[in-house]
């Protein structure tokens, strides 16, 4: 396996963290996406909201020292509890005094600068207070292996497939995912016919909030994190859920798997065969990426897909 | 002569319409709601591409134009609801319905002689339109303060802003109350007689619109079943069972 | 605080003011009148910078026919030392130079403004907010990455044109930094009130309406973004020229993110309200940047974190309670409408 | 409503700069002696990527301030130096020039440091203008390119190159003749990684990849694990010797965990590091097996265990429970350095500081040894040794002499 390695850069080693990374990027779309659909609003928030996932897992690492993973749960409840904080504590007051769509991101702008000083805070506390480094936090080398593959791989992939048949059945399968439906197509009609639209709002910044504080939660099992970390990302997430297209909740996972591909294994692969000094410009791809979608497919790849079955 | 002939192919909402207006006319389409009335405007006004058929206007084919090709041609519309400039003054949303104006240009905007003495002549045509439409106390008002009456005329004035020679006025006086909803078609008609306008309606509210038009066209899902003067449409059959008896 | 001590607050606070009021004004013509969300600002702004710094250097050695060897940004420091000894004894070269830089900082920010907007101006409004943001990301990979941009991750310095003013340098820059933003302020402010501007703010209010009335939608909203740009372009280049150095470390926060929050505080769509939002920003936040050390023994945490909890918090309870800013935007009264509409009001 | 809000915002202006009036003690300028407060600025990395050098900077600045104000004490001297903390990333834009500014709007004279080369040239300019002094802890990118010599502006570190020089030594004396470079595209880095390159191919050595990665915002190593791993694979194949060079900061964890999830190839080599994670136990809670396994022999300027540094250590250690790096060492001296050249100069005046600093330095022996700068303002190349993981802790393994460029290896590794 490892001499394959050495000479291909497709091998299996690079398939496996282009998964693990492209879930982690997809459960973060998703969060965007979702958001988007129900209350119209790019949330930048999600940056924020992706970090403190990272440091509420950290701090129970930090408090009790337990299996790492066992921070994910926990991290859901309370980053959701902050999406629900924004919703209700920023958002509802503008969306009764109807604000533009705009000012709402403003908002949203807002809280994450507020939320990116407590991070900071937090971290200066559980550094002068515990003793322990809490900035560059990496948690990987405490992850488990499985047929000789990282944890992390796992659990990414398991826990977005999880979210995504969740969200699906949610979504179709029940009264409140018609509800939730109904308030993203049409919110004024929905309201009329007697959907608490707010509610399902509430519901969808709760679950989007989770689903930022799960991939945070991960993200130090396998990468540096810093109370930055989740700003670095902002822009591969954004990229991620329009690439995927903003109409469709799955196309952030789309989104999330294209961009990774191109960014692991399209980088690996070009700068095996141009050079290596290519691989600077990774960060530059999902740009690239996103420029190509806008200008082949400007509704993104699900608009593309479903206008194709049509 | 004939003016428009708009007919259709396989359109969804429309279904081989066709039908054509008199130069100098004040024609009404009526229908019930659905009927594609709306749609028929959207696709004549290049807001809506048809799915086939032809649009004349004169000789000239504009099928599938842009609207702002459409607009210079003389083909001005308005909307159902009224959709005006909500933070500029009823004068300033006249103003910018003007067609040829210097000073909307970027470059030439920095050069005001080049523009400001067409922007008086529109400034004085526009406040001689407010004039004739009862508006001129509102015209350095905002127009999010306006009555819905006072947004509805304010609309037409707009349209008359641009001195097309075809107007489509979708509802004019839908939720206009029935005196100034009098006045509205009053005005339409005179203003025909004077220069020689051509008015294509749509409307709902028949007590009114009837006595003041010359044609009728009736239209129900997508098809036009009737048409003529309005005494012989409202006694037409068809039209009865399809809309009036409703 | 001493007098001298309030001079140099006022100068820096006045440097910072005007760099940023050029910032927000090219905002507010793109979001306040024109209505198109530009959430990628940094990246006209740094293109301002970076295109400017990258060239400064290899100009001033050519128009002051410099002969050396060495390369301009390679050896950036030693060359200077060539370069600024000339622009020092002559300050009316260097205020040519000043607009020549200037005048590539406004192209340079232009040219971002194509390549952000082109794929994306015809999107809704809610993709195309996201989409600039993202682009807004690009250049300082570019700049890290490709050393003759801007020498890299160390940056490079620029030729000194304000080295004559010796040691009032930062007062005379200043000084000639708000003088340009005041330029730019009446320009735009004008601008709107032209036609030009009337139609910008129509299709704000209702595109399709301007649409069924014959204006060139892509076109106007493209030419509010190239204008904009501009305005972002130059402020790169005038605060390149003030702090002398340049390094690819130009953020989303300092030059979208805020920008947003001072236009949004004075008042979206008023160039006033503008004017006044980035004062009162800029002026709140260097004081709290200045009384830190007085309040910082009553903090539990780091003082440094102060800013953004108050800077976030603030604006939250303007969007919350003062959605329309400090300055409503006022209807702008229309060239020439006077006469006309005077005797049609009663009395 | 707008005049109101106008002469609202004055009076806001007016009470601020009152309240300034009231509880900002003014420096007395009476020009013979020393005013009763000295403020001196520190301006270090608090927020970012690169956070965790700045907190452990700030812990051992504070430290320096108690240290000198007993010192002041003791001497009976009546004046208190307060040092005020900036963070060049905060507040903006986000260039140091601004925060220099703020603080010399506080009476700031003197102000230590640590900053990369790129702030360091933004604020020259203003630092001349208004003649402050500053001594910077961090910045080792060689002295041409940021500022010509003979301004306001002194290291108490090394220029760059030595590095490059002693780690060219160890590869040799490891007989090492090939080596596969990956460096941050940071200032520093990019520093080392030229000095490193000079040195290595004059004496002959062989760079099968110099590859560069973006800082910070590279959070996924593949791409360059693959780069590297494909430039050895030959080498590797035909097993000739080859050893990585990371030089990198504390995300080398990150790349090593990467490493070791995809069952890499490169854990069996050794690598060899830059001062900049050298001794850092984030490396060893983040990545202790995998450093354990390819040793991260480290180069790292010599910081003799003098009973300032020990104190230093314990101190900080106390403070936020991580000994201090380097620089954070090398900024408590910068702090030392900036309170005596203030005593010895009798005002707080610039001019003054400024022509008393080299000589200070000089005599200044402290937590990272003697102190004396070069012409140019730079401290004198230091020794240096190296350090690697060894059984899961850092261990001195070798040290390396400025004067005949040569290794001497305590441990085998």
């Not at chain 1, 560059?136 to 499985?146: A, E, G, K, P, Q």
């Not at chain 1, 591969?236 to 909740?249: H, N, T």
């Not at chain 1, 952030?252 to 294209?258: D, E, N, S, Y």
């Not at chain 4, 630092?127 to 940021?146: C, E």
């Amino acid at each position: 396996m490892g001499c394959v390695g050495l000479l291909n850069p497709v091998a299996l080693p690079t398939i496996i963290s282009w998964l693990t990374y492209s879930s982690l990027l997809s459960m973060m779309a998703l969060g965007v996406t979702l958001l988007y659909r129900t209350t119209k609003v790019a949330n930048f928030a999600h940056a924020s909201l992706v970090t403190s996932g990272a440091y509420v897992a950290y701090s129970i690492v930090v408090v009790l020292h337990p299996n790492p993973y066992l921070g994910v749960p926990l991290a859901f409840a309370v980053v959701g509890g902050l999406g629900l904080l924004l919703f209700y504590g920023v958002l509802e007051p503008m969306r009764r005094r109807h604000s533009p769509t705009v000012m709402l991101m403003v908002a949203t702008l807002a809280f994450d600068i507020v939320l990116f000083g407590v991070l900071n805070i937090l971290a200066d506390y559980l550094a002068s207070t515990y003793f322990v480094p809490s900035r560059n936090i990496l948690l990987s080398s405490s992850d488990f292996t499985f047929m000789g593959q990282p944890g992390i791989f796992f659990v990414a992939v398991g826990v977005l497939s999880l979210c995504s048949v969740v969200l699906y059945f949610l979504l179709n399968f029940t009264t409140l995912g018609i509800a939730l439906r109904a308030s993203m197509e049409n919110s004024s009609l929905a309201q009329a016919i007697g959907v608490n639209v707010t509610l399902m709002l509430a519901i969808s910044w709760f679950a989007a909030g989770g689903l930022a504080g799960v991939s945070g939660a991960l993200l130090p099992m396998w990468t540096l994190v810093n109370p930055n970390t989740g700003t670095v990302l902002l822009a591969s997430m954004f990229c991620a859920s329009i690439v995927g297209g903003l109409d469709e909740i799955y196309g952030a996972v789309l989104g999330g798997f294209l961009l990774g591909f191109v960014d692991v294994v399209g980088t690996s692969v070009l700068a095996s065969s141009i050079g290596a000094w290519i691989a600077f410009y990774e960060p530059a791809v999902p740009l690239v990426v996103l420029a190509a979608t806008l200008i082949l497919a400007p509704k993104g790849l699900a608009g593309f897909l479903s206008r194709r079955r049509k | 002569m004939k003016e428009v002939v708009t007919s259709f192919g396989k359109l969804r909402a429309l279904d081989g319409v066709t039908l054509s207006v008199e130069a100098g006319s004040v024609t009404l389409l009526i229908g019930p709601n659905g009927s594609g009335k709306t749609t028929l405007v959207n696709v004549i006004t290049g807001f809506q591409r048809p799915g086939g058929g032809h649009v004349y206007y004169g000789e000239k084919e504009i099928t599938g134009w842009s609207p702002q090709r459409v607009y210079r041609l003389g083909i001005t519309r308005t909307f159902q609801v009224p959709s005006l400039f909500g933070k500029l003054t009823t004068l300033q949303n006249l103003l910018v319905a003007d067609k040829t104006h210097p000073g909307e240009s970027f470059l030439k905007s920095h050069l005001r002689h080049l523009w400001i003495n067409h922007e008086k002549e529109t400034v004085e045509k526009a406040s001689g339109i407010l004039q004739t439409l009862g508006l001129a106390e509102q015209s350095d008002k905002p127009v999010s303060v306006l009555s819905g009456g006072q947004m509805k005329l304010t609309e037409l004035g707009r349209a008359l802003m641009s001195d097309a020679k075809l107007y489509l006025l979708d509802e004019p006086i839908s939720g206009v109350n029935p005196t100034l909803a009098l006045e509205i078609f009053a005005r339409i008609v005179s203003l025909r007689k004077q220069f020689g306008m051509t008015f294509f309606i749509i409307e709902h509210r028949l007590d009114i619109a009837l006595k003041y038009v010359d044609y009728v066209n009736v239209m129900a899902s997508g098809k036009l079943i009737a048409a003529g003067a309005p005494v012989q449409v409202v006694s037409d059959p068809k039209v009865i069972e399809a809309y009036l008896a409703r | 605080m001493t007098l001298d001590q309030v001079i140099l607050f006022t100068v820096d606070l006045l440097a910072l003011f005007s760099v940023y009021l050029i910032i927000s004004l090219g905002l507010n013509l793109q979001q306040g009148v024109t209505g198109i969300p530009n959430f990628g600002l940094v990246l006209a702004v740094a293109g301002g910078a970076y295109i400017t710094a990258s060239l400064s250097t290899r100009l001033a050695i050519y128009l002051l026919n410099v002969h050396t060897s060495l390369d301009p940004i390679v050896n950036n420091v030693t060359v200077l030392q060539l370069v600024n000894p000339i622009l020092r004894s002559s300050p009316w070269i260097s205020i040519g130079l000043l607009i020549l830089f200037l005048i590539i900082g406004g192209a340079s920010g232009a040219l971002m403004g194509l390549i952000s907007s082109a794929p994306a101006i015809r999107l809704r409004e809610d993709y195309l907010a996201i989409t600039l943001l993202a682009f807004g990301e690009i250049l300082n990979v570019v700049g890290t990455g490709y050393d003759p941009l801007i020498g890299g991750p160390a940056g490079t310095s620029l030729p000194d044109i304000f080295g004559w003013a010796g040691q009032y340098r930062f007062y005379w820059a200043t000084l000639i930094m708000l003088l340009v933003a005041v330029m730019l302020f009446v320009y735009i402010e004008r601008l709107v009130k032209t036609p030009f501007g009337r139609v910008l703010k129509a299709i704000r209010d209702n595109e399709n309406t301007a649409m069924s009335l014959g204006k060139d939608i892509t076109r106007y909203r493209m030419s509010s973004i190239l204008i904009g740009s501009i305005l972002c372009g130059i402020a790169g280049a005038l605060w390149a020229l003030y702090s002398g150095a340049v390094t690819p470390s130009y953020d989303r926060l300092d030059y979208t993110f805020l920008p947003w929050l001072m236009v949004l505080l004075g008042g979206m769509g008023s160039n006033v309200g503008t004017a006044v939002g980035t004062l009162v920003f800029v002026t709140l936040d260097e004081l709290i940047d200045y009384f830190k050390y007085s309040f910082a023994p009553f903090l539990p945490f780091n003082v440094v974190w102060l800013n953004y909890l108050l800077l976030g918090l603030l604006t939250i309870f303007i969007l919350i309670y003062r959605p329309e800013g400090i300055i409503r935007e006022k209807w702008t009264s229309t060239p020439a409408a006077r006469p006309q509409t005077g005797e049609a009001k009663p009395g | 409503m707008r005049p109101i809000v106008i002469v609202f915002i004055i009076i806001a202006l007016l009470v601020g700069v009152g309240i300034g009036y009231a509880i900002v003690p003014a420096p007395a300028p009476p020009k013979t002696t020393l005013p009763s407060t000295i403020p001196i600025g520190v301006m270090v990395t608090l927020t970012g990527s690169f956070s965790s050098y700045g907190a452990r900077a700030e812990a051992a600045a504070k430290v320096a301030n108690t240290q000198i104000n007993d010192y002041a004490k003791s001497l009976g001297i009546p004046t208190t130096f307060n040092f005020l903390y900036e963070d060049t990333q905060t507040s903006p834009p986000s260039v140091a020039l601004t925060e220099l500014q703020t603080l010399y709007t506080q009476g700031v004279k003197v102000v230590i440091g640590g900053m990369t080369s790129g702030e360091m040239a933004a604020i020259d300019s203003f630092a001349d203008t208004n003649h402050i002094v500053v001594i910077d802890g961090t910045s080792t990118a060689s002295r041409g390119s940021v500022a010509p010599p003979g301004d306001y502006e002194f290291r108490d570190m090394p220029a760059g190159g030595a590095e490059g020089a002693a780690l060219t030594a160890a590869f040799m004396s490891k007989g090492y003749k090939n080596v596969a470079m990956i460096s941050s595209s940071d200032t520093y880095s990019l520093s080392i990684r030229q000095a490193f390159k000079d040195a290595w191919l004059a004496a002959g050595g062989n760079l099968v990849s110099d590859i560069n990665y973006s800082y910070p915002a590279t959070t996924d190593f593949t791409v360059q694990l693959n780069a590297l791993q494909s430039a050895v694979a030959p080498l590797v194949a035909q097993n000739k010797s080859v050893a990585i060079f990371a030089n990198m900061w504390e995300d080398v964890a990150t790349m090593l965990t990467q490493a070791k999830s995809s069952n890499s190839p490169l854990l069996s080599l050794t690598w060899f590091g830059p001062d900049t994670y050298a001794q850092d136990n984030t490396i060893i809670s983040n990545a202790g097996a995998e450093a354990n396994q390819v040793k991260l022999i480290s180069v790292i300027f010599a910081a003799p265990l003098t009973p300032s540094h020990a104190e230093l250590n314990t101190a900080v250690n106390a403070s936020i429970g991580q000994e201090p790096d380097i620089y954070a060492c090398a900024t408590y001296d910068a702090a030392w350095i900036a309170a005596l050249s203030i005593l010895s100069a009798g005002q707080y005046n610039g001019t003054l500081i400024k022509t008393a600093v080299p000589t200070i330095a000089g005599q200044y022996y402290g937590a990272t040894g003697n102190t004396a700068l070069n012409p140019s303002g730079d401290r004198n190349t230091m020794d240096m040794e190296f350090w690697a993981v060894v059984s899961g802790t850092w261990e001195r393994v070798a040290t390396y002499s400025s004067v005949d460029q040569s290794v001497t290896w305590l441990m085998a590794v």
